[in-house]
Structures are given as C-alpha cells and as structure tokens.
C-alpha cells in the first residue's frame, strides 16, 4: 500500500485548522496536503507540523482571490507582478514547512488562446527557476470540466506534452486519480505512461469524491498498481468524507 496523505482542506472538518493536525496524526497519517496555509502564519503551521509529527506533502500557491472565483493567477495576462509575489509568499511557507511539491494552479482561461499559453509558460520557468535551488517542485494538475468548468489546465495529454517540451527538471505532473477517471479514464494504463513525470497522485472516489473503495474504480488495484511502479511518494487523500471524517477511515484498513 502507497503512504497516505490526509488532505486537511477536505478531511478532518469537524475540527478547527489548526487542530486538524494532531487528529490525522492520531488517525494513523504520516503526513499532510492541503490547499492553502496563508491564513496562518508560517511558524504557526510549521509548530503544528511538528508537534504532530507530520511531514506536509503538498500544498498550492496562493490562487488570488478565492472568494470571488479565482482559481490561480499562472495564465493571467497582465498578472504577472502579482505572480511572482504569491511565488514568494509560497516559497516562504515552503521553508518553515519543508514541503518539496508545490501545485502551481493554473486559473481559468482558454488553453488554446496564445496569450494565455505564453503566460502559462513564463509563470511555469519562473516558478520553477525560484523554486529549484530549494530543491522544490513545481506541479501541474490537470482538473476536470465538471467540478471546476473553464479551467485552463484540463487536460492531461496537454499537461505531459508541456512537461516534456519545457524540459525543467523540477516541473512533474500531479495525477489526480478523480480528475483523470473523469476527464479521460484509462487510469492504469496512464499511470504507466504518466509515471516517470508524476511528482504527485492523489485520490477520491468516483463520481462522488467520497472515500476510496466506494465508487466505481477498483482503487485497492489501482493503489496495488502504484506499489508495482514503483511509485514511493504519497497519495494525497483529496476526498469528501461521507459521513464524518473517522467514520470513513475504514477503508485504509482494506484496501
């Protein structure tokens, strides 16, 4: 079985931010991801860290303004200043953190659009350029249509052919299980393909985004595929409990 990482954006509710920590540490995780940690100070969350014994898998760079539907500023024409600054907002966490993956969130925005694709790519070197001497990695996460419509990074063909073009050796894919079994399937046999790129997976069960084992992929044979691969990062647990977070936990026991 893969290592778990419980994302404390979507599991552990019941419980403030802060106190999050401590109850995945208690349930049995080795580490965490979530979205974003700028509301707390970066001693804050690194003391969290540290007092649960936690290693912080991932989080993202900050996405501008939530709230009113941004979902990254990395294609945004125009934006560029403000970029670079949630860079070293990102960067800053990252070292009292010492998380290694960060998830560049793309924004919403036309891939196919010149201006938005170059914009992309210079948010991509850029990040990628700050981040290397820290021996950071910067990924990119293709997310479907359905959950987040007009996103500009959704597509996974996309994602490995820019990873392969732009050749930055700290530039890997983040494979999302969910968002690959709803944009494209073929998850086995892409993770195959996928696998000497994937800096990161993470996993929800289909179509529903609750636990793992409770939708219509076979995730046991999917985490039994990435033990075979070889693959020895974490699994980010990205997924809505059903039922209240420790209710649901049942399935890391079976799978």
Not at 93 to 115: F, I, Q, W
């Amino acid at each position: 079985m893969p290592r778990f990482a419980a994302n404390l954006s979507m599991m552990f509710t019941e419980w403030d931010f802060l106190d999050r920590f401590a109850a995945a540490a208690d349930s049995g995780f080795g580490a965490v991801e979530f979205l974003f940690p700028y509301a707390h100070a970066p001693d804050i969350v690194a003391r969290k860290l540290a007092d649960a014994q936690l290693t912080q898998a991932l989080f993202n760079l900050p996405p501008g303004d939530w709230d009113a539907g941004e979902r990254g500023l990395a294609c945004k024409p125009g934006r560029g200043a403000e970029f670079r600054a949630s860079v070293e907002t990102a960067l800053a966490y990252a070292e009292a953190t010492g998380v290694k993956r960060l998830h560049m969130m793309s924004g919403h925005g036309d891939r196919n659009d010149p201006a938005m694709h170059q914009t992309f790519v210079a948010s991509l070197r850029h990040a990628c350029e700050r981040a290397a001497p820290l021996g950071i990695d910067i990924l990119i996460e293709p997310i479907n249509g359905r959950d987040m419509p007009g996103y500009f990074m959704n597509d996974f063909g996309f994602a490995a052919a820019l990873i392969a073009e732009l050749a930055l050796p700290n530039l890997r894919l983040q494979y999302d299980i969910y968002h690959r079994q709803i944009l494209h399937g073929d998850v086995t046999r892409s993770l195959e393909a996928l696998m000497p790129v994937i800096g990161h997976v993470q996993v929800a069960s289909v179509p529903r985004r609750n636990e793992p084992m409770t939708g219509e992929l076979d995730d046991g044979r999917i985490f039994h595929h990435l033990d075979q691969l070889g693959y020895g990062g974490y699994v980010g647990c990205e997924y809505r409990p059903a039922n209240g977070t420790l209710a649901g936990l049942s399935w890391m026991k079976t799978g």
